[in-house]
């Protein structure tokens, strides 16, 4: 009977246990609409180079190619690990139309030369610029703070097909090759679409 009571007991818990995480997961802010590349050129941001000059984001992204935008900082550790893929990435699939930014959320006059050498550190061959947090808040909505790295993935059309929280060596690795070959194939649609 005590062996009953306890068991007993222990899916009461079980059950309230539960009941509190549906709770919380209910009060949870929703997530941001996923935006189009569209609604992001709409915005006109302004990023800096890492050379100082302010130049409009519009500028580095190109109508009709798909695009990978990643939000980065030299002290971000699976930053670290996730930018040898976006160096495969944008060697694989640059010379045919992906662009890849990377985003930096560090400040420009404080940390340009930290942010050049880590650049020069990882080889990273695509576009790097600083970007504003007003960016970053365009796809998290008001964050109170930056969750990265963060790596969003545009088809050629500009819709959104990925956007990746986070990055593992495994799953990260396999998710984001995923999306950018899906984003390569929005190109070839569209350029079949166009011939004809």
């Known amino acids: 009977m005590k062996t009953l009571l306890s068991l007993a007991f222990t899916f009461a818990l079980a059950g309230a246990f539960a009941i509190t995480l549906a709770g919380n997961a209910s009060a949870q802010q929703p997530q941001p609409a996923a935006p189009t590349l569209d609604q992001l050129k709409a915005r006109n941001f302004t990023v800096t180079t890492f050379d100082g ?3 409009s984001l519009n500028k580095l992204l190109e109508e009709g190619k798909p695009v990978v935008l990643d939000f980065w ?3 971000c550790g699976p930053c670290r ?6 160096n ?3 060697k694989k699939h640059g010379k045919n139309g992906l662009i890849v930014i990377g985003l930096n959320l560090e400040n420009p006059l404080e940390d340009r030369q930290a942010a050049q050498n880590f650049v020069r550190e990882f080889g990273m061959k695509y576009q790097n610029v600083f970007a504003p ?5 365009f796809f998290n909505g008001a964050a109170s ?3 990265i790295p963060q790596t969003i993935v545009f088809g050629a059309d500009g819709k959104l097909i990925k956007r990746l929280v986070g990055f593992s060596p495994q799953a990260g690795r396999a998710a ?13 649609i569209g350029a079949r679409q166009t011939a004809e």
């Open 53 to 55: 000059k302010r130049v």
């Open 73 to 75: 900082a030299t002290w």
């Open 81 to 86: 690990q996730e930018i040898p893929h976006l």
């Open 88 to 90: 495969e990435i944008d």
């Open 133 to 137: 947090g007003q960016i970053y808040q």
């Open 145 to 147: 703070s930056y969750r």
């Open 176 to 188: 984001l090759t995923s999306a950018v070959e899906q984003a390569m194939r929005t190109r070839e």
